[in-house]
């Protein structure tokens, strides 16, 4: 009886030490676990910014496209847009998680889903704020986390090739960024070269095949969300609902020793309405508009050098950023409409020298091409479905842009200086004489070539960047 007591009573004393050290091995799997495979990443970001003119912009004017046109007032004798203005925010912080490490024999799978704060902004509810201010009053609330990125990934590695090299297939499936925008100049800014180079995060699926060492070939299948194209109902993505069209992309690549080129090319199919009228009778109709987007892009790197060049030519590209769109040139009488794309050239280049001191350069050029035909007279404006952040009577835009940015540990402090430079024309009216008021007209390639002028936009921006 005393040896039976003695062996509970040990049992008893010994079990919360078994059980302390299960509960720490198991701590220490878990953390194990995090460390392998989840990678949780972020940054505070505060922009600080001055223009010296009122501008097109968004996200709180930290997304910079260009300045604004002359508006003058009711005697001629002052622009209201000829008007400085700053402001500071730290709404674009960001935080994602990337998954990573799981596989199965020589199939890997990851994952990855980020946000960030901007959405929340609104407009000011004063009937009389463009009354007594001269442009962009939705610069005001409550930052809300909205959606950037998630996708999921299935990769296949090892593939056989060749008797020297191996292949490997990566799918990717979810929100991203649209593989004709992806690839970035060298700056901080928030637009990273807008409007000079595509800008989108999509819906997509996604196929990138690593061919060896040197070749990438991709394919992917797009949907729209938050950039759209334009149409008879502004900026939606409602056209490609009811196109029921995906957009499509494909790129080959070429990389060697720092060196890389890529190009490809997007088709965008999109069906402008569903009904139409003939003789005041609502009518299904088979209107669509195709178009058809050329890209090449390069970079080159080499110790503390690096250079990147991108060009875009083609067709329409407004659900990107690209100041371009497409136009109603005609109807049939079946109530349907025809459409022809507008054209337009992008191209920027950017270079950067340093490691804990860097200096950057970027340079971007846009212009507009109009339609490829001309039709037989002149075009109204109210016809032309133009990117939403630019405007139908743009000829063409540069600009300059140096940054220097000092790198501390995981801080990071850049100031930029941007100058950026647009030639509007003027719009005419039915008669091709200057507009002055009533409904606006373009050439006959939906151009506005008259009375061409420029308006720049000095704007200096810094940067203060904590990174985790």
């Not at 300045?67 to 674009?92: Q, Y």
Request: charged share 20%; hydrophobic share 40%; aromatic share 14%.
């Amino acid at each position: 009886m005393k040896r039976t007591f003695i062996t509970i009573l040990t049992l008893i004393l010994t079990l919360p030490m078994f059980a302390a050290g299960a509960a720490e091995k198991q701590d220490t799997q878990v953390k194990e676990h995090l460390q392998n495979h989840y990678k949780l990443y972020g940054f505070i970001r505060n922009y600080f910014i001055y223009d010296s003119r009122e501008s097109k912009s968004g996200t709180s004017d930290l997304f910079y496209y260009m300045p604004l046109d002359r508006r003058m007032n009711e005697d001629g004798s002052l622009d209201l847009n000829d008007h400085g203005s700053f402001r500071f925010v730290a709404l674009t912080s960001r935080v994602g998680l990337d998954v990573t490490g799981y596989q199965m024999n020589n199939v890997h799978f990851g994952a990855k889903v980020e946000a960030d704060f901007y959405a929340g902004l609104s407009s000011s509810s004063n009937a009389n704020a463009a009354k007594y201010f001269p442009g962009n009053t939705s610069i005001s609330g409550t930052a809300q986390m909205r959606l950037r990125q998630a996708y999921a990934t299935v990769t296949w590695k090892d593939l056989p090739l060749n008797e020297d090299e191996k292949a490997s297939v990566a799918l990717k499936i979810g929100q991203a960024w649209h593989p004709m925008g992806a690839d970035f100049p060298h700056v901080f800014s928030l637009e990273v070269g807008a409007p000079f180079g595509p800008f989108s995060r999509t819906p997509l699926v996604q196929m990138d095949a690593n061919l060896g060492k040197n070749w990438i070939v991709s394919a992917a299948a797009l949907w729209q969300m938050q950039y759209n194209s334009q149409g008879p109902v502004g900026a939606s993505a409602i056209y490609m609902k009811y196109g029921m069209t995906p957009e499509l992309y494909a790129a080959v690549a070429y990389k060697n020793n720092g060196f890389l080129l890529r190009a490809g090319a997007d088709l965008l199919s999109i069906k402008p309405r569903v009904y139409g009228q003939v003789d005041g009778v609502t009518v299904k109709v088979s209107d669509r508009k195709t178009s058809l987007l050329y890209y090449i892009y390069s970079q080159y790197t080499k110790g503390k050098f690096g250079l990147k060049l991108k060009s875009t030519y083609g067709e329409g590209g407004e659900h990107m950023n690209l100041m371009s769109g497409y136009a109603k040139v005609g109807e049939n009488i079946d109530g349907s409409w025809k459409y022809a794309s507008l054209r337009s050239s992008s191209t920027w280049l950017s270079m950067i020298y340093g490691k804990k001191w860097q200096g950057v350069l970027m340079l971007g050029y846009t212009k507009t091409l109009g339609l490829a035909n001309p039709l037989d007279g002149n075009i109204a404006a109210s016809d032309v479905y133009f990117c939403g952040n630019g405007f139908s009577n743009i000829n063409q835009i540069y600009r300059i842009n140096p940054q220097v940015v000092y790198n501390i540990g995981k801080m990071n402090i850049g100031l930029e200086y941007q100058w950026t430079a647009v030639q509007y024309g003027d719009y005419m009216d039915m008669y091709g004489n200057k507009w002055v008021s009533g409904d606006k007209y373009l050439n006959n390639r939906a151009l506005a070539t008259d009375g061409l002028h420029w308006i720049g936009n000095h704007r200096v921006n810094m940067m203060i960047k904590y990174n985790f």
